[in-house]
């Protein structure tokens, strides 16, 4: 069983629509969580930090379960620009170490 | 602001050839440096991270090899490289209170 899994999809869903993505996660000690987007032949870039309260950045809300071990990602109101691989990343030593686990990502279409 | 560049952005080797990537960081200072490998419809994997100047660690043993001659300088080298060392390669630094900052990333194919 990997460290980190997500859906690989691809989700193709229309503008306007609402999507989300689960991510699980295997090591209960695990510390911090994120949410990176990775454009096509690009570097990813971080999206959002998942807090255990959940939080929330624009159309873009992030929540986290600790008993279950998964943290999800909600996009509402897609739009043609959040097409990207959405990629999961969880961190066991804090966020200043170097063993963070990704995911190998979750590809969204959004289509006109 | 703290930047990263990492070049060259593409390149092509022919196999056993020897192979050197570069990155820096600009606008801190003792970051965590960290180089990762991403192969095509993939996820990121670790190969090295260092916390400090000649601290290395290494995730993944295979033909590859890391050095941080400098606070702010990271490389990968290889002595030979195989065909299965194509792939995207990402330098990235991590600051104290959140995830990673990636550079723009080296894409190598081995022919």
């Known amino acids: 069983r990997k460290e980190v899994e997500q859906d690989p999809g691809p989700f193709n869903v229309p503008e306007g629509a609402t999507v989300a993505f689960n991510c699980t996660y295997s090591?209960?000690?695990?510390?911090?969580f994120f949410w990176y987007r990775q454009d096509c032949r690009k570097e990813p870039k971080l999206l959002m930090s998942v807090y255990s309260s959940g939080n929330e950045d624009g159309r873009f809300t992030a929540q986290l379960n600790r008993a279950s071990q998964y943290i999800s990602l909600l996009i509402r109101d897609s739009k043609l620009s959040d097409s990207a691989t959405y990629l999961c990343?969880?961190?066991?030593?804090?966020?200043?170490?170097?063993?963070?686990?990704f995911g190998d990502g979750t590809t969204l279409t959004v289509k006109p | 602001s703290q930047t990263i560049h990492q070049w060259p952005a593409t390149l092509v080797q022919p196999v056993g050839s020897p192979l050197s990537l570069e990155c820096t960081v600009e606008?801190?200072?003792?970051?965590?440096l960290y180089w990762y490998r991403q192969a095509a419809g993939r996820g990121l994997q670790l190969l090295f991270y260092s916390v400090g100047i000649g601290q290395i660690s290494s995730e993944v043993p295979q033909n590859l090899s890391a050095s941080r001659p400098q606070d702010r300088q990271f490389i990968l080298s290889s002595k030979k490289l195989l065909l299965s060392d194509s792939g995207f390669y990402l330098c990235?630094?991590?600051?104290?209170?959140?995830?990673?900052?990636f550079g723009s990333g080296t894409r190598l194919t081995v022919v």
């Open positions: 606008g801190t200072s003792n970051p965590n």
């Open positions: 090591n209960s000690a695990s510390q911090s």
């Open positions: 990235a630094w991590s600051g104290p209170t959140y995830g990673y900052t």
């Open positions: 990343v969880v961190n066991t030593g804090g966020t200043n170490a170097g063993k963070s686990t």
